[in-house]
Each structure stands twice: as C-alpha cells, then as structure tokens.
C-alpha cells in the first residue's frame, strides 16, 4: 500500500498493481468495476489525459467533443476512469453551465499537460532520428504577415522534409500568444511587440521599418518620402490588427500628430483596397510585391523620413519549451531564408 500511496502522490501511476483490499468484516462479491480498480492493474492513456485537457480547456465536454470529433458519453467515461484510477475528483458538474475544476483537479492540469508536451516532443524527436526525418510541426503566424511570407517558407522547406507535415494557423497577436501556452502551437511568427519575458524570440530577414501607403493619385504620391507630418493631415485607413493598431498609432503619438481614423479593418487586403480608392493613406510594415489592389488600383509605397522604432517579425517559442527536431529543422531553415520581397513597380 506504500508503494501505491507514494504513486498517488506523485502522480506517475502509470500501470503499477494496486494490493488487494484488507479484509472487510462482511464478506461482499466486487462489482465488475470494483474488481478492475482492486484486483488489476490500473491504468491510464495519453488519450485520456488529452480529452481531460481539452475539456478543462474548453470548460464544456460539449465543446471539447466538437474539437476532438469525439462522443460526449466517450470523453465522460475517459474522465471518471481517470478519477476513478486516480482516486479523486477532477470536476465540479454544474448543470447547463459546463464544468470547473477542483483544486486536486487544476494540479492534476498542469501535470497532465505537461505530461503530453513530452510526450509530443518524445514523439516527433524519435520521428527525426529515423534516416528519413519525419514528424509534425504546428505553426501560427500574424493573420496579416502570414500569405506573404509563409507559403513560400513551406514550400522551399517542404522540398527538403517532405515527410514534415507542418499544420499552419493565423491569427492575431493574443490568440498566438495563447495557442503558444497552452501547446497548440510548436513555433509562432509575430512582430516584436508588446511581448512578455516568457517568449524566446529570434529575429527574421524580414522588412521592420513602417512605410506609407498612398493612392496612385494623391498629391503626395508625386514625392520620393514623406513625413509623419504630411500623412497626419491626411485621413487615415488603420489597420485594425493589435499590435499593428497599437504600434502605428504610437509613432504618430509620440510626435504630438494625431491622424484622423476615417475607417479601420483587421485586412491589410481591405486597407489597401480603400487606400487604393482614395478614401485615405495607411502606414504598413508588411510589404506585398504587387502595387495593385484586389479591385485594380495602383497604390504607391513611400518611405516616412522620420525615425521610429522597428516592428520586427520574429519567431517565437516559450522559454521553458525546447523545440521539437523537427521544428529546429524548420527554424534553421526560416533563418537562412531572405523574406524581403521584390520591389513594386511604381
């Protein structure tokens, strides 16, 4: 009984045998399920501890079942074999409002997402190892960053690792931060901005410095820069994507220049389009290769004169997070690669 309190304890009861129950003073034959728990190895699954995950994850068994293409009644036996082998309450039931967790069952959510990382990172190291390197990575990258950049990153990646699936997100800002703590993403790419010390960054061969936005008719589209001063006369078209919103906001800001906003959108597609209509100039950092708009119009990129701070597209991972091997090969790859598209045709 020592050896299966001190399991408990430690949560590693993997498929240690539990002893027989002490002699009870009335004799009583064991149910099916008792039987399994006193008289058999108990056991628990990686598959288990990921409906357990998602479900705390999720807050709702309705939810995680949607997720994970899973029956409701399957991921609920899976999380009372884990109670029931654990010997604890993971979940507080509330009726028609999902489910809490426990205090017994939040420490039990942090051991057992750890537990699947290493198994994932297990996984796709062993993967790598074989002659023929294999194994998946997933990746999120800023929604307005990502079709400029990382189709052909996949591309030129995937001649090398065919047999390296890599599974791509986008998204804005927080939900990559997110998807990184919670172990949805292996790699992100976003901007260097507003970024917590939990993030370990490296910086890409990428475009950092902002440039204007204007239509091919625009008076101001006749010179060869700008100034913050000049655009801050004119109605704006913000990208409306945090941090971008934040960041070019600020270098106007910081320099006493307070833009008019006429319209705002999340699509840096959109932005342009409405640039290209004339209804305003945008400041961007991202740089598409065509100067034409989804519509037709021809827009012109003119550099801004003043200093201003970067906006660096990065990747990212979490400090305590050591990348799969077939992330690193993915990295290794992204560093050497030059990301600054060909010049527009003004």
């Not at 079942?65 to 899973?70: C, F, N, P």
């Not at 079709?147 to 390296?164: N, V």
Request: aromatic share 10%; net charge neutral.
């Amino acid at each position: 009984m020592a050896r299966a309190a001190a399991a408990r304890k430690w949560g590693t009861e993997l498929a240690w045998p539990l002893q027989q129950p002490l002699t009870c003073k009335k004799a009583r034959q064991p149910s099916a399920l008792h039987a399994t728990r006193k008289g058999f190895m108990m056991r628990f699954t990686l598959k288990q501890l990921k409906y357990f995950v998602t479900v705390v994850e999720t807050e709702s068994i309705a939810e995680a079942s949607r997720q994970l293409h899973i029956a409701q009644p399957s991921i609920s036996i899976a999380i009372k074999n884990l109670e029931d082998t654990f010997d604890q309450q993971l979940f507080i039931r509330h009726h028609a409002q999902g489910v809490s967790l426990t205090p017994g069952g939040r420490r039990f959510y942090e051991k057992a997402r750890d537990l699947l990382r290493l198994s994932y990172e297990f996984e796709q190291n062993s993967r790598a190892e074989h002659q023929l390197v294999s194994g998946t990575i997933a990746v999120g990258c800023f929604e307005s960053a990502a079709p400029l950049y990382l189709p052909k990153l996949i591309a030129g990646f995937k001649k090398i690792y065919p047999d390296i699936t890599i599974e791509l997100y986008d998204g804005e800002q927080h939900e990559l931060m997110h998807g990184l703590h919670r172990g949805r993403f292996d790699l992100a790419f976003l901007y260097d901005l507003d970024l917590d010390h939990s993030i370990k960054k490296e910086p890409l061969n990428a475009p950092h410095r902002p440039y204007a936005l204007l239509p091919a008719a625009h008076p101001l589209a006749r010179q060869a820069t700008v100034t913050l001063q000049q655009l801050s006369r004119e109605p704006m078209i913000l990208l409306d994507a945090i941090p971008s919103k934040n960041y070019f906001i600020r270098i106007f800001k910081e320099r006493g220049y307070h833009p008019e906003v006429a319209y705002s959108s999340p699509s840096i597609e959109m932005v342009r389009c409405m640039v290209g209509q004339g209804l305003g100039f945008s400041v961007l950092v991202t740089r598409p290769c065509s100067n034409m708009t989804y519509d037709g119009q021809q827009l012109i990129h003119l550099e801004i004169e003043d200093e201003m701070a970067d906006s660096t597209l990065i990747m990212a991972y979490l400090q305590n997070n050591e990348p799969t091997r077939p992330a690193q090969l993915f990295m290794e790859y992204c560093r050497r690669a030059e990301l600054f598209p060909t010049p527009a045709m003004q």
